[in-house]
C-alpha cells in the first residue's frame, strides 16, 4: 500500500497570508490528524478528522482550520500566518479500529 | 503541561550493544503507547507500540517494555546498529478521549562504529 503523502513539500510565505496544507492518508483509513513540530514547542496535536467530521482538537487557535473530504483526503488551512507558525506539518492517517498512527513525509511551512 | 517525558535529550552507544531509550507518561489514561523513529525534515517513522494490558512486546531488534505502576516505559534495541542513529520519540493515547497522540520531546541516539 502508499503511504501517507502530503503536498506540497516546502513552502514559503508572509505574515498575514493564508495556507492550504493536503495530506492523501493510506488506502482504506478514514482517520485523519494533523500535527505541528517546532524546535520549542516539540510535536503537537492540532485535529483530528474522522469520515468528514472533527472528532478532536488540540489546542491551537481558531486561524488553524481543517476539513476531510468523502475520499478520506484532508486539508489543513492557516490564515492570517505568524512568525511562529513557521513549523514542519505532519500528517497522520490511522485504521478504524487500531490505535497505530502513520505519519507523512510533512510539508515544511516558512513565513517570512 | 508536558504529559509525556523523555528525560534524556541524547545518548551515544557503540555498534553492537545495547541502546536502552527512556519514557515517563503523568496521565493514568493513557493505555496505548508508540515508538516512533524520525530523520530531520521527515515524518515519524512507527517502530512499535504497546497496550496498558500488556507489559512487554517484541519485534526483532526491539522491545517495548511498560511498566503501569511507575508511569515508565522504555525502548530496548539490540544489537544497535549505525543505521539506528535517529531522534526516537515515545508517544501515548488514551482511546477514551480520542486518538490525539502526546508526544515526548525525543532522544537522539548515536550509534557508533
Known amino acids: 500500500k502508499a503511504g501517507v503523502t502530503q503536498t506540497p513539500r516546502y513552502l514559503i510565505k508572509t505574515r498575514g497570508q493564508q495556507v492550504t496544507l493536503s495530506c492523501s492518508p493510506i488506502?482504506?483509513?478514514?482517520?485523519v490528524s494533523w500535527y505541528q513540530q517546532t524546535p520549542g514547542q516539540g510535536l503537537q496535536f492540532l485535529f483530528e478528522?474522522?469520515?468528514?467530521?472533527?472528532?478532536n482538537k488540540g489546542n491551537f487557535p481558531g486561524r488553524f482550520s481543517g476539513r476531510q473530504f468523502s475520499n478520506s483526503r484532508s486539508e489543513m488551512n492557516v490564515s492570517t500566518l505568524e512568525l511562529g507558525d513557521s513549523a514542519l506539518y505532519l500528517c497522520?492517517?490511522?485504521?478504524?479500529?487500531?490505535?497505530?498512527?502513520?505519519f507523512g513525509p510533512g510539508t515544511r511551512l516558512t513565513v517570512l | 503541561d508536558q504529559q509525556v517525558k523523555q528525560n534524556s535529550p541524547s545518548l551515544s552507544v557503540q555498534e553492537g550493544r545495547i541502546s536502552i531509550l527512556n519514557c515517563d507518561y503523568t496521565?493514568?489514561?493513557?493505555?496505548?503507547f508508540l515508538w516512533y523513529k524520525k530523520y530531520p525534515a521527515e515524518g515519524p517513522t512507527f517502530l512499535i507500540s504497546?497496550?496498558?494490558?500488556?507489559d512487554k512486546n517484541e519485534d526483532g531488534r526491539f522491545t517495548v517494555f511498560l511498566n503501569k505502576s511507575a508511569k515508565h516505559l522504555s525502548l530496548h534495541i539490540v544489537p544497535s546498529q549505525p543505521g539506528d542513529s535517529a531522534v526516537y520519540f515515545c508517544?501515548?493515547?488514551?482511546?477514551?478521549?480520542?486518538?490525539?497522540?502526546?508526544f515526548g520531546k525525543g532522544t537522539s541516539l548515536l550509534v557508533t562504529p
Open positions: 497522520a492517517s490511522r485504521a478504524d479500529v487500531l490505535n497505530t498512527q502513520y
Open positions: 488506502s482504506g483509513h478514514r482517520s
Open positions: 478528522y474522522f469520515s468528514e467530521t472533527q472528532r
Open positions: 496521565n493514568s489514561m493513557f493505555d496505548y
Open positions: 504497546i497496550s496498558s494490558i500488556k
Open positions: 508517544a501515548a493515547t488514551s482511546s477514551n478521549s480520542g486518538y490525539a497522540l502526546n
